[in-house]
């Protein structure tokens, strides 16, 4: 018996065509998405980092040192934690009640949200420039006030901690707003019917319902919140008191940079600041997972 004939050799493929095979070609759409990310996200940062590795004078981490040790720069960050915690918790407060009732159908229901989202229109300059002139000594409001007898002397509600907590809010509000919105718009209103049917009431269905399918949402938007306010700088500039209560990380890193010229400096200061708002982003998303338990 002859032997049977032996099988041709398997073409070898490219390592092109292997590599290919081995993802899915699909994923090559990202690669775009990736260069852009890598050419203005993660080479700047690491560009920051190591500029902020090589000061003028000392070691490596001499920046880091001075900066935790240097009082008029270390109380940079209790500053605006004090205002970047209460601007989120207020916008988070706000928006939430408006995102669910804006679900709804209702007359006028355009114009409020018009109105929500008109400040995203004027940027955080124009906000605060409109502040001073309504909050100011002389401004509108304290003008108001005191024609009506109400007070005697004008309210101090500019170049202090107040009027960059205000500015935080009327300039962060939009975009909480409409990221709760889209959260709230994507859940399924049969299910709150379905409740209703059972019985259940307004306030039972928002906490046993809504809010429970709304919470990772919410927890995503808190985060992002908490980053907006935590970078305040016109603001504090401009409606604060820059050398005072609203020194701010980011008007520490301004100052760093073009009233010492000391950039290495200004790049400590920023990658600190994006150190602590990685680290309580992280902290939101643990406390996410332990308090809440995905269902269906």
């Known amino acids: 018996m002859s032997s049977p004939a032996a099988a041709p050799p398997k073409p070898r493929r490219s390592r ?12 090559l759409l990202l690669l775009p998405a990736l260069v852009f990310l890598v050419a203005l996200f993660i080479y700047p940062m ?13 070691g490596p981490f001499s920046n880091y040192v001075e900066f ?3 009082p008029f720069l270390r109380d940079s960050v209790w500053f605006t934690f004090r205002l970047a915690i209460p601007g989120t918790l207020i916008n988070v407060a706000i928006a939430l009640p408006l995102a669910v009732l804006m679900r709804g159908r209702f007359r006028g229901k355009q114009f409020i949200a018009s109105a929500l989202i008109f400040p995203i229109v004027l940027g955080s300059v124009l906000i605060g420039k ?41 300039a962060d509000l939009p975009f909480v707003f409409l990221l709760l919105l889209s959260y709230a718009s994507g859940l399924d209103e049969d299910v709150e019917k379905a409740a209703a049917v059972h019985g259940a009431g307004p306030w039972q269905r928002f906490s046993k319902i809504t809010f ?3 919470l990772p ?5 808190t985060a992002l919140a908490f980053v907006l306010a935590f970078g305040t700088f016109p603001s504090a500039l401009i409606v604060g008191d820059p050398s005072g209560e609203t020194r701010t990380m980011g008007i520490a890193a301004y100052r760093a940079a073009f009233q ?3 950039y290495s400096m200004a790049s400590t200061v920023s990658m ?25």
């Open 260 to 262: 010492d010229f000391d």
């Open 217 to 221: 949402g919410l927890v995503t938007t």
């Open 130 to 170: 409109g502040l001073l002139n309504y909050l100011g000594p002389a401004g509108w409001l304290n003008r108001t006030l005191e024609t009506l007898g109400i007070i005697d002397q004008p309210l101090v509600l500019t170049g202090n901690y107040w009027g960059v907590l205000l500015a935080i809010i009327i």
């Open 272 to 296: 600190l600041m994006a150190a602590i708002e990685l680290l309580v982003v992280a902290i939101i998303f643990a406390l996410r997972r332990r308090v809440h338990t995905p269902t269906t």
């Open 212 to 214: 429970p399918l709304l």
């Open 16 to 27: 092109v065509k292997q590599f290919l095979a081995r993802y899915d070609r699909a994923a």
């Open 46 to 58: 690491l560009y920051g980092v190591q500029l902020s590795l090589n000061p003028a004078e000392g």
């Open 68 to 70: 935790w040790s240097d």
